[in-house]
């Protein structure tokens, strides 16, 4: 019964959906308030019939109900019970109602916080969130419904897949979808504005904080996934430029490029024209990656394993959404005012050229990921893109990209100073210039590494700079510092968190990169292997067994200087119900650095393939992430971001007009 009324909300919230579209264009054309009054209303009811059918899906794992088709082949009921609420996404049909979820949240979030908007531009917003829940709403409907029943109930369910049973994975999915679909509500705002054929700064006002929701949960998402393919693949690395990742990383990137011509755009009305696009291309981006992962047309750890008539439907939304609006806009773009002039130095030439780097290194990512797909569908020859190629192209553009950051919050706006930035910046650079002279003299010159360790710590002490020049560090008394520094905008320490972020993440990537070590080897009970300055000794081989799997671990004693510091117990993980078995890895940590461990099948003589490496400061990768999600988290803290144009003031504006 749960499943047929979890299906029927399925339904009824698809209707109301359609009813928010029509009566939100409609009404908007007509300039009829009745009309717009709908709309928030019919929102607030899809949210509330998606979750209904989302929490209904849930309850069916939870008991294990194996006589819905869905939870029979994603469940088992020896499943832990973490496992088997993340089983509830772990999959195409749940995902995609996930993702529904996802887009009801951020439209009645619009419904209950967008007062402040002028009425016509709130319908027109609404109206399109309408549009796209009732496109995948019927996509559920129609190819992924996932209530349905099967005729004779088994006693057992099949299980998740094993790669999915982590707690990486519980959090992963959640974080990436809220970030795709927050992008849903800029292309909204810049569909309505074109229809209005009117964007301004207010405009960019608004769609700055739902743009910056939408890259913390990206960004979380992001790293979250990294650091589970990190550890619980076994392969040593953190980024692998897989087309699924690629995919997550092109809208991320577009909406970096979004924040910063939204900026422009509100302080000094630059920058228009190409933030409305790019408000269009970050959610196009969004769909391209769900159109990947749901057609079939990759094959990829990440991707589901979907039927073709899936992947036409997408595609088919892919076209409607992405090629309409971006038809709207040819259309409506003669009639859009350019916005300010400015002088090459300045803030707004950096944002400026920050997005032209931005595009410069989506557009590498997307050719680097599509090429072969297209190459394979029309000539029948199959290449691979991989890590040479990004890092080769996306390395250099992204490495000038972060060398040229802590000098734009540092531009005055309209005309700055370059002398004077560069006078600023000195100490940041004798910074970064001892750091790697010492990294040289102690391991040795690797020249890219080298590079990369440079600027991630010129743009790590850069966004300190600034911080010590907004409040005058050592030039005014120590209690007007503090003053001034209390003073600071919440959204002001974001920025420099983010930027700060970059640095940390930089510095990570560079250190992991370039001083890592690594040795392979065979090895038997009681065989020593060194690495870096570690014994490796392989004492024993040990069987655990878990609540639905069964551990088979090689066990290393870690000595350092002949004293014993750890013990860890690289795995394979078999999971009897699925027939599959995962590895896992063995970590320990060390400050911000690690020694991580990965083996392979265990030989018939005992003997086992041991991969080690000593990863220095890699953790800094994740941290970085962390920090640049923080700051996101701070900036949308401060009010002054969150209320767009506040209607009081507005109001106080015009109450006193007539004794002026």
């Known amino acids: 019964m749960i499943a047929e009324l979890s ?12 009813a928010q579209a029509i009566f939100s264009i ?26 209904a059918s989302f929490a209904g899906l849930t309850y069916l794992y939870v008991i294990s109900d194996f006589s819905v088709a869905n939870v029979y082949a994603n469940s088992h009921s020896a499943k832990p019970l973490l496992y088997k609420i993340t089983g509830v996404w772990g999959n195409h049909e749940g995902s995609m109602l996930l993702w529904a979820l996802s887009l009801a949240i951020f439209s009645a979030l619009i419904a209950v916080f967008a007062g402040n908007l002028p009425p016509r531009l709130r319908a027109n917003v609404l109206g399109v969130q309408g549009l796209v829940a009732a496109a995948f709403l019927l996509f559920i409907l129609a190819t992924s419904n996932p209530f349905l029943r099967l005729a004779v109930p088994p006693a057992q369910g099949q299980g998740l897949n094993p790669v999915l049973q982590d707690i990486g994975l519980a959090l992963h ?7 795709y679909v927050g992008c849903s509500v800029a292309f909204s705002f810049a569909v309505a504005a074109l229809i209005e054929g009117r964007i301004d700064a207010a405009w960019a006002r608004w769609v700055r904080p739902w743009t910056l929701a939408a890259w913390l949960f990206l960004t979380l998402g992001i790293a979250m ?3 589970w393919a990190y550890y619980e693949l076994g392969w040593g690395g953190y980024w692998f430029w897989d087309p699924v990742e690629n995919a997550s990383l092109m809208p991320w990137i577009a909406a970096t490029a979004l924040l910063h011509s939204a900026l422009a755009m509100e302080k000094r009305d630059a920058l228009k024209i190409w933030t409305v696009l790019l408000a269009l291309l970050t959610f196009s981006l969004s ?20 039927d073709p008539t899936r992947g036409v439907f997408i595609l088919v939304i892919l076209v409607l959404f992405v090629g309409g609006s971006l038809a709207l806009f040819a259309l409506r773009v003669s009639e859009l005012k350019p ?5 090459p130095v300045s803030r707004e030439g950096a944002l400026l050229l920050n997005n032209l780097f931005l595009s410069a290194i989506c557009a590498t990512v997307f050719v680097g990921t599509l090429y072969p797909l297209m190459l394979e569908s029309l000539t029948g020859e199959k290449i691979s893109v991989g890590e040479p190629f990004f890092n080769a192209t996306v390395g250099p553009l992204a490495l000038l990209l972060v060398a040229l950051m802590p000098a734009g919050p540092l531009l005055a706006w309209k005309r700055g100073d370059a002398a004077g930035i560069a006078q600023k910046l000195a100490i940041a650079v004798g910074l970064a210039l001892v750091a790697v002279l010492a990294v040289f003299a102690m391991q040795g010159a ?21 911080y010590a020049t907004r409040i005058a560090l050592f030039r005014v008394p120590a209690a007007e510092a503090f003053f001034r520094a209390r003073g600071l905008p919440r959204s002001y320490l974001g920025t420099l968190l983010a930027h700060a972020g970059i640095g940390l993440s930089l510095i990570g990537m560079a250190a992991e990169g370039g001083w890592s070590v690594e040795k392979i080897a065979s090895v038997k009970p009681g065989e020593t292997m060194r690495v870096a300055d ?6 024993q081989w040990a069987e655990r067994k878990g609540e639905n799997y069964r551990d088979i671990a090689a066990i290393f004693e870690v000595r350092r200087g002949g004293v014993v510091i750890a013990e860890l117990a690289p795995a394979k993980r078999i999971f009897v119900m699925r027939g599959q078995q995962t590895t896992e890895a063995g970590i320990k940590t060390f400050g911000l650095s690690q020694l991580y461990l990965s083996i392979g099948e265990p030989a018939p003589d005992q003997s086992v393939a041991l991969r080690a490496y000593w990863k220095p400061f890699v953790l800094l990768i994740w941290i970085g992430g962390l920090v640049m999600a923080l700051g996101a988290a701070f900036s949308l803290s401060d009010r002054r971001l969150r209320i767009g144009i506040p209607v009081r003031a507005a109001r106080k504006k015009l109450a006193v007009a007539p004794a002026e």
Do not use: C, K, N
């Open 7 to 18: 299906h029927a909300a399925l339904a009824l919230a698809f209707a109301l959906a359609v």
């Open 26 to 51: 409609w009404g908007a054309r007509q300039g009829d308030a009745r009309l717009m009054a709908v709309p928030p209303v019919a929102a607030i009811a899809v949210f509330l019939l998606t979750a």
């Open 173 to 179: 999915p959640p974080l990436l979808y809220l970030g």
């Open 225 to 227: 996934g990294s650091y």
């Open 287 to 306: 769909l391209l990656g769900t159109f990947l992962v749901r057609s079939g047309v990759l094959t990829s750890v990440h991707a589901f394993a979907s």
């Open 339 to 343: 916005g300010g002039i400015f002088a």
């Open 446 to 466: 690797r020249i890219y590494p080298m590079i990369g360790l440079f600027i991630g710590i010129f743009a790590l002490a850069g966004a300190f700079t600034e």
């Open 534 to 539: 570690f014994d490796l000794r392989f004492t």
